[in-house]
């Protein structure tokens, strides 16, 4: 089925930024909305943003709004998460998730399914 690859994590200094890529093999990427979580140590799993499946709808949690992007390529099959002025509370693992439903804008976490490995982010101050 569908397969996942987060790449672009990596270590970066509080204020900075890195571009997090997430490469799928979807039948039809574009037609599913796709989503970032991310997990940091000790804690659970939180939603970061999330993008139709046209680029033309996104969202954000609160504690990433004015400072990440989320953004996709589907010619390339493609989604980003560009991050900027990076905090030490944003190191986490990163995983992108593909919506389970086609044409549907997901509303809660588990209307989202994670099969990459993840790219780690860590923010040092």
């Known amino acids: 089925q569908v397969q996942l690859v987060e790449s672009g994590g990596g270590l970066e200094q509080a204020g900075g930024s890195l571009r997090l890529s997430c490469a799928a093999s979807?039948?039809?990427?574009?037609?599913?909305?796709m989503g970032w979580f991310r997990q940091a140590p000790e804690k659970d799993r939180a939603f970061v943003a999330a993008?139709?499946?046209?680029?033309?709808?996104?969202y954000y949690a609160d504690s990433v709004k004015g400072r990440f992007t989320i953004s996709r390529d589907n010619a390339k099959n493609t989604v980003y998460l560009q991050m900027n002025s990076l905090k030490p509370e944003d190191t986490a693992v990163y995983y992108c998730?593909?919506?389970?439903?086609?044409?549907?804008?997901?509303?809660?976490?588990?209307?989202?399914?994670?099969w990459g490995q993840g790219t780690l982010v860590t923010v040092s101050s």
């Open positions: 998730a593909q919506a389970l439903y086609s044409s549907k804008w997901p509303t809660r976490d588990a209307d989202f399914a994670s």
């Open positions: 979807g039948r039809t990427f574009s037609t599913y909305a």
């Open positions: 993008i139709s499946g046209s680029g033309a709808l996104t």
